[in-house]
């Protein structure tokens, strides 16, 4: 067991730097078709079984949480910290994204490039702020599990706890067939990302052999917008959030947080990430029943990475289109780009989708999505991987306000 969790960052790792290589040299001798369908395949396998885990995991690991907290102001108390860091670091993930697109742009960095002939974007259904609101409150709990809507499935799971809680004694049976479920699951998961090393190597080989034309292209510049993005705000507010709010080395934090990084970086998703965050998050000290309940809510609703790709892309596709942003315009983008967000679900792709609805409300023509569309994928792996950070990182520090907290009633009751 033992011997198992501290092989299985490295074991990822060693399959990440293979799969890069067979990518490469797949690339390079033109056999990208066969990474298409001889080894993607196996990558999609493996994301099947996460996404076929995904509902039960978030229902029942907040459920737990909630429970086990055994009181509902603590579940207020912490669900408040965790969406004011949520929202704060969000935000403060915008601001960067649209400083380091302002400079590339005034730079003149940013090429532009033209719609191919053709091309055309199905444009999503964006809905406003209301319906959005209605969207999130379930009609029929089963649909909410079948759709997969993590959103939905994450009101039930916070009903459900709240009214196990509120049962009390006659609640209990509940509460430990809830705990018993979540133990099978875990299980389960553990088996599942047993096979990880599979699907990374596998995924990574396809990615870069398919793709890797496109990184050597034009977009090269606006990807690279994107990751230094991604990293001044790792670097930033993760390592000053661990140091100052939770008391923790940047590096310690970086190191425990590194297996889910590498993780998602590959998965290219939070919810499927959720096993191995949870892993990383409990080594890092971040306790049980706090860990259960921000990271299910936050590979749902935290997605820093995406809302600097979406500034940064907003941005980019602005000057595509010959659209000089204001000032009040540049606000206007952290607002959506922090709500697009928080909308985004934590699955591949998904923050893509949800560039639609910035653009939208920028007056952005939504078929430019088309430009970035082939690269999509590495985008996604930088963001993911930054996403899944942020939730770690937010584990951690509602840790400590937490204990901080109980130490001072403890000290004011003595
Ligand atoms: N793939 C991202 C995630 O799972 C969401 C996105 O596409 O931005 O966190």
């Not at 553990?190 to 995924?203: A, D, K, N």
């Not at 993760?238 to 080395?249: D, T, V």
């Not at 920028?362 to 996604?380: A, E, P, S, T």
Request: with cysteine; charged share 10%.
């Amino acid at each position: 067991m033992n011997k198992r969790r501290i092989s299985l960052p490295v074991q990822i790792l060693m399959a990440l730097i293979l799969g890069i290589a067979v990518g490469l040299v797949c690339f390079f001798t033109g056999m990208a078709d066969f990474t298409t369908s001889y080894l993607k395949p196996f990558g999609t396998i493996f994301v099947n079984l996460l996404k076929f885990i995904v509902v039960p995991v978030v229902l029942l690991s907040m459920i737990d949480g909630i429970v086990s907290m055994d009181d509902m102001k603590k579940v207020g108390s912490v669900g408040v910290k965790t969406m004011a860091y949520f929202l704060v670091t969000t935000a403060v993930a915008c601001v960067i994204g649209l400083i380091f697109a302002n400079i590339f742009n005034s730079a003149g960095l940013f090429p532009t490039l033209s719609l191919e002939e053709g091309a055309v974007w199905d444009k999503p259904t964006t809905a406003n702020f209301m319906d959005t609101l209605i969207g999130i409150f379930p009609s029929n709990m089963w649909d909410a599990f079948v759709r997969a809507d993590m959103l939905q499935v994450i009101v039930i799971a916070l009903f459900l706890g709240g009214a196990i809680l509120a049962a009390g004694e006659k609640g209990h049976l509940c509460r430990d067939m809830v705990s018993s479920a979540n133990e099978v699951i875990n299980r389960l998961m553990e088996f599942i990302i047993s096979l990880s090393p599979i699907g990374v190597f596998t995924m990574m080989a396809w990615v870069v052999a398919t793709q890797g034309a496109e990184i050597l292209g034009h977009l090269a510049l606006v990807l690279l917008c994107a990751y230094l993005g991604y990293a001044v705000h790792a670097l930033l507010v993760y390592s000053l959030s661990a140091r100052a709010f939770a008391g923790m080395n940047p590096i310690r934090f970086f190191q425990g947080a590194s297996a889910a990084m590498i993780f998602a970086f590959t998965s290219t998703s939070s919810a499927a990430t959720l096993p191995v965050s949870k892993e990383c998050a409990a080594e890092l000290g971040a306790d049980d029943d706090i860990a259960s309940f921000v990271l299910p809510l936050g590979a749902t609703v935290n997605m820093d990475g995406t809302a600097i790709y979406q500034c940064v892309a907003t941005v980019f596709l602005a000057t595509c289109a010959g659209v000089h942003l204001s000032m009040g315009q540049m606000a206007t983008i952290v607002v959506t780009a922090t709500l697009a967000s928080i909308g985004t679900a934590g699955v591949s792709g998904a923050g893509m989708i949800m560039l639609a609805m910035v653009l939208t409300a920028m007056g952005i023509d939504v078929n430019l999505i088309m430009i970035i569309y082939g690269v999509d994928r590495l985008f996604d792996m930088g963001r993911t991987c930054l996403n899944v950070t942020g939730d770690i990182a937010c584990s951690v520090c509602v840790t400590k306000w937490e204990r901080d907290k109980a130490e001072k009633s403890a000290g004011a009751a003595k």
